[in-house]
């Protein structure tokens, strides 16, 4: 299963992903552009400040199951069988938020769209057009810090692993005591 995985250490809070994401959720796929159309387009990441001055991008996770799926009530939310993407059909969507409660990662906002002009469920669709291009998603493109990588779960995991075995050595290294070497 390909995913969207958050290396959070890197993110500098630039919000090049959020930028990017309203860019290629917005009727023109065009900054400038995007600026003038009737509704404008908002992200479906979110880089939220935290403890430190610390920026974390926090995104829909495509859960499975879902908890947004399983509760909405005019079935507007559906997997893609292919990407395993979690994906909302707005013309569906009657803004109840029962998914917004549903969702333990708070991913989920309202927004109007050029679709259906009205506020439903704006959350981040993997960016599934891009996928069938064979694209990364919009925000993984303009990440230049590496805190956004888009891959195989198992994949993108195995590198994080080995660079946490990286870093834990070198520390344990260091703190070793010399005679010991
Ligand atoms: S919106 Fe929330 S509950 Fe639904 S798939 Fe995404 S992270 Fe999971
Ligand atoms: S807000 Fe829309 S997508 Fe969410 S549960 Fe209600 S109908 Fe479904």
Known sequence: MNTVLVNSER???CKHCEIACAIEHSLSKDLFSMLSEEV???????VEVGKDLLTFPNKCRHCNPAPCMEVCPTYAISRDEKTESVLVDPA???????????????VITFEKTYTVRRSVNV????????????????????????????GDVN???????????????????????????
């Open 123 to 150: 959350k981040c669709d993997n960016c599934i057009d891009r996928q069938k291009e064979g694209k990364k998603p919009a925000c993984v493109e303009a990440c230049k810090t590496g805190t956004l990588t888009f």
């Open 92 to 106: 569906k969507c009657i803004a109840c938020s029962m998914c917004a409660i549903a969702c333990p990662f708070g």
């Open 155 to 181: 994949d993108l995991i195995r590198e994080r692993r080995k660079e946490v075995t990286k870093i834990v050595t070198k520390t344990l290294k260091d703190q070793m005591n010399p005679k010991y070497l």
């Open 40 to 46: 404008i387009s908002k992200p479906r990441i979110h």
């Open 11 to 13: 993110c500098i809070g």
